[in-house]
Every structure is written in structure tokens, then in C-alpha cells.
């Protein structure tokens, strides 16, 4: 009988949205045997760098550099990922891809498109589910917003439009689930997420799904 590897759940979204509260609740859901993964991981000398470049405004850096460096920390957890999914280890992420290529492209610099953001992504291990989380309410009245760069309403609306045309270009009505937490309560999202990543089927060990 084939043993079956862990499942990998991305929460994405915009700003303060309640992904890394939402994250660290279906940790809690799932329990023992589950690691939780925040991007940009700024436990790491490439993420002490990102996280300089997010909260000093003097700090600069050219923005190709800049999404380079967030590539680069997603690849150097690649492998811890796929080793814990393959343990059976449940690996839930805050942020990740989708992220990554939105907040670059939506600067609309010149040469960096959707597609150029998108290319050093190809072939990292890609999610079983990713829940998008949506508020129709603005989310700048939540704690913390405004206190790092690219935190402001009208670059936010770029990033969604980014986000849409890379779901569409990443065919990825199989394995995304947006979630409108519109009005709802933290405890009402949690709900509605744990309902959705307990229908997500088991995956036969060695089998991988990447960002092709
Ligand atoms: N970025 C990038 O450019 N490229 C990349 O490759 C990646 C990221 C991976 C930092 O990310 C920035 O990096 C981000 C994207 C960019 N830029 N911006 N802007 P980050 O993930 O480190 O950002 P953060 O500081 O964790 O903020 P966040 O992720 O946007 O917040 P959140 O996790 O979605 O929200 P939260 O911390 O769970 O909740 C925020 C507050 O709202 C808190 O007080 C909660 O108690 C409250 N909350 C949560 N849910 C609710 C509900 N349902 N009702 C009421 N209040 C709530
Ligand atoms: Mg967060």
C-alpha cells in the first residue's frame, strides 16, 4: 500500500487580510506532524536583507535585485518542504508565489512583467490548495497596515489585478479556492477555511506537483 505525503496549503492575499492569523490557526486545526512557513522567511540572510529593504525607505536596491532576493528565499526552502511532505508532514505557507510575482509585476517597471517575475519560479513545488483570501472591505483599518512599503490602497489594487491575470495564466481553477471573508469574524474564516482543506484529497507519496 503506497503511503500518502503531506498536504501543502498556501493562504495568499492582499494586505492584512488575515492570512497569518488564519495560518496559525489551522496549524492549531491540523496539530502534531504540521509546519508552518511564512514568506518571506526573515530568519534567513536573504530574508534579513528583504526585510531591511521592506521597513527602511532609504534602503535601495533595484527592483529586479529586490525580486530576485524573494525568488531566492522560496528556493532555499525548497527542499525542507518536499523532505517534510514527504515525512507526511502537513506544510501550511503564508504567502508564497502568487505573492511574489504580483507585488513585482503590479510596479510596472519595464521589462518586469508578469511573465519575467514569474520565469525563477518555475519548478518550485507547487501547493495541493491555495485558499485566496478576500476582503471586499478595505483592510486599512487593521493593525498594522501602512508600516512597511508597498502598504497603500492604490498599489494594493494593482496587486490584485496581478494576482487575477496569474491565476488565469497558471490554470489554476484546480487547486485555488477563493475565500471572501468579507464581514466575518476570525473565527467565521476559520470555519469556512477548514471545511474547504478538509474535502483537499490525499496525495500518493512521491508525487509532486511544480510551477511549470
Ligand atoms: N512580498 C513580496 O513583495 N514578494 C514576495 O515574494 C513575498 C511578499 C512573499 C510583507 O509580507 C510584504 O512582502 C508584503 C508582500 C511582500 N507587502 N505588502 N504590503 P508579510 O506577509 O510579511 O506581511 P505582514 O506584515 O505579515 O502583513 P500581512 O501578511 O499583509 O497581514 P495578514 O497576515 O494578512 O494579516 P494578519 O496579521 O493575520 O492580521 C492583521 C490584523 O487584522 C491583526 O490585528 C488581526 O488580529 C486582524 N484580523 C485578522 N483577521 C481578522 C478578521 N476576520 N476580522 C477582524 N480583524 C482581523
Ligand atoms: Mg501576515
Known sequence: MSKNRGKLILIEGLDRTGKSTQCELLRQQFGESTTLLKFPDRSTAIGQQINQYLTDPSYKLPDQAVHLLFSANRWERNDYIRNKLL???N????RYVYSG???SAAKGIEGM???WCYSCDRGLVRPDLTLFLVNHESNDTREGFGEERYENNS?????REQFYKLFEKLDSQNDLVIVDVTGCTIDQVSKKI???VQDTKQIPSTTFKLFE
Open 101 to 103: 510575482v504580483a507585488y
Open 91 to 94: 506544510v501550511i505557507m503564508d
Open 194 to 196: 477548514w471545511t474547504i
Open 87 to 89: 515525512m507526511g508532514d
Open 155 to 159: 498599489f494594493q489594487e494593482k496587486v
Open 113 to 115: 512583467d508578469l511573465e
